[in-house]
């Protein structure tokens, strides 16, 4: 049985997801540990108004690159990869001076945030620039299978960032400490992530003008398609921040906001790193052979079914308790949100982490349709709940209910283009 084991522990793919999960666990681990500290340093308004300076770098930041990123790890030639890797930090950089400008008519909008955190609030775009950019260094690092590094910047990143934020706080910085800490902590993993690049830099001279022209109309389907569908995808569940806010204020904004921390944490800690390594893989393996993904499809719902369903039966029965237990007295109510949005959640940790099959079968226009109906949602619910002044139990139970359906059709999708045309 050891043998067995041992022979099991040695395959790549094993080894691969082993590493990024242990390290994604780690960085997981440090971001719950240090709740309990920063809810009892900051107060619920202060959590909301970085919490919105946060939606800014994820709303942006996972289309800083158009979503050229997932294009180097599948390019034809390490050159390509290259060029591609170049072709993102000129887009980046690009997105990021047009969202950092209009970022900064918001913070004219919102003046409380620049009471708040002063200056400091300007460092969200910088930390926009080096969002975008670790998510092409991932991909880069995942092509070479560097998962050590990618590791390692999962680690440390959030080491520093979240013991600098408690460090800050207990030296009364308010949103500016927490944002200067997020900063100082995104900084670390973008050094993590480009030391395999730095050793190898004599290879980046293949980057040239022409082959990153070359390079963005060959994948021009990632900006076309699969960016505006990231967009709205991370749009529906962010924009829900800038809603909840105006409805309801900054206070109840920042109890909504641990919910919201607290339940991302095993799609972080799962999707992002075994569905990337272990689905997208064998599903494109399958793909190739088969014209087809089902078999992969199944085996990685199965597997994330039976983490969803615990997790959502203990999130209803006990989230009250809980986050009363860990985050003090003053965060229950974040507890009883959660009841509210656990059954989203659990399905969300199924499909989402399967998404990537549309990209494999070439069909990001179809997630594209059904990323704008939950977009549709979230506005109904706004207007609904503003027009008839409903409590946030309202808003939360018609975006539970509304992006739940949606989900399950998505999935639908997902599965019936996985059939393939070669089986039989």
Request: hydrophobic residues 50%.
């Amino acid at each position: 049985m050891k043998e067995k084991l041992k022979k099991f522990m040695e395959l790549k793919a094993v080894r691969s997801v082993t590493t990024l999960f242990s390290g994604s666990l780690i960085a997981q681990l440090i971001v719950v540990g240090s709740s309990p500290f920063l809810s009892r340093i900051f107060t619920d308004e202060e959590m909301g108004i970085y919490t919105l300076m946060v939606t800014v770098v994820t709303l942006f930041g996972s289309v800083a690159c158009l979503k050229y990123e997932p294009a180097i790890v599948v390019a034809e030639t390490d050159d390509e990869a290259y060029n591609i890797l170049g072709l993102c930090f000129w887009i980046c950089l690009a997105i990021t001076a047009v969202t950092g400008a209009g970022y900064c008519v918001y913070l004219y909008l919102k003046p409380e945030i620049v009471r708040s955190a002063g200056i400091f609030a300007l460092l969200t775009i910088p930390i926009l620039f080096l969002t975008g950019m670790n998510d092409a260094l991932f991909s880069f690092n995942t092509r070479f299978k560097n998962y050590d590094l990618i590791s390692k910047a999962y680690v440390t990143s959030s080491a520093l960032k979240y013991s600098s934020q408690i460090g800050l706080g207990l030296l009364g910085m308010s949103t500016g400490g927490l944002n200067t800490a997020n900063f100082a902590g995104t900084a670390l993993g973008t050094y993590f992530h480009t030391r395999y690049l730095w050793y190898s830099r004599d290879k980046a001279r293949c980057i040239t003008r022409q082959g990153m022209k070359e390079a963005a109309v060959k994948h021009r389907r990632q900006a076309f398609f699969t960016a505006p569908a990231f967009f709205v995808s991370t749009a529906y569940f962010q924009l829900l921040n800038f809603f909840i806010e105006m409805l309801y204020g900054f206070g109840t904004f920042g109890l909504y906001s641990l919910s919201y921390r607290m339940l991302n944490v095993p799609l972080t800690l799962i999707g992002n790193n075994v569905a990337r390594v272990l689905f997208f893989q064998n599903a494109t393996t399958e793909y190739n052979e088969t014209g087809g993904y089902r078999r992969s499809l199944l085996i990685s719902t199965g597997v994330l079914v039976a983490i969803a369903i615990p997790m959502v039966i203990l999130l209803c029965l006990l989230s009250p308790w809980l986050f009363s237990v860990f985050f003090g007295a003053s965060w229950r109510m974040s507890g009883v949100y959660a009841i509210y949005l656990a059954p989203l959640y659990g399905i969300r940790l199924v499909v989402q982490p399967l998404t990537q099959a549309l990209v494999i079968a070439k069909k990001q226009s179809i997630e594209l349709v059904i990323q704008c109906a939950f977009l549709a949602c979230s506005v109904a619910a706004f207007v609904y709940c503003r027009a008839t002044g409903a409590p946030m139990e309202s808003f939360l139970t018609f975006i539970s209910v509304s992006y739940s359906f949606f989900y399950l059709v998505l999935y639908g999708a997902i599965f019936h283009y996985g059939k393939g045309k070669k089986q039989a």
